[in-house]
Nanobody, 124 residues
């Protein structure tokens, strides 16, 4: 089992940058595939990025490719999302998630672990 706590959200102007962090509890953090999702008002939660157990396998949603970078530090039990060239349409609550399976994590399957979310607002 793992508990996740996000931080780093805030208000930024279009074109700006933010770095989100997710701290995970538990000794088995490195066993989990980690990811980020987001949910904008009135929309469904959507996949943003995922990273494999040792950081070698990385996947991004098309909408953030080239702008966002996911990384992890297993020694510190953290996963980060560096967001550059932010757009107003990136405004959402961002959630960190974890699962033993990339396939399950990527679709937010039942049983995937979630953080409480952090708000990102991009003004135009």
């Amino acid at each position: 089992q793992v508990q996740l706590v996000e931080s780093g959200g805030g208000l930024v102007q279009a074109g700006g940058s933010l770095r989100l962090s997710c701290a995970g509890s538990g000794r088995s953090f490195s066993s989990y595939v980690m990811g980020w999702f987001r949910q904008a008002p009135g929309k469904e939660r959507e996949f943003v990025a995922a990273i494999g157990r040792i950081g070698r396998n990385i996947d991004y949603a098309d909408s953030v490719k080239g702008r966002f970078t996911i990384s992890r530090d297993n020694a510190k039990n953290t996963v980060s999302l560096q967001m550059n060239s932010l757009k107003p349409e990136d405004t959402a609550v961002y959630y960190c998630n974890a699962d033993l399976s990339l396939a399950r994590l990527r679709v937010g399957a039942a049983g995937v672990y979630w953080g409480q979310g952090t708000q990102v607002t991009v003004s135009s």
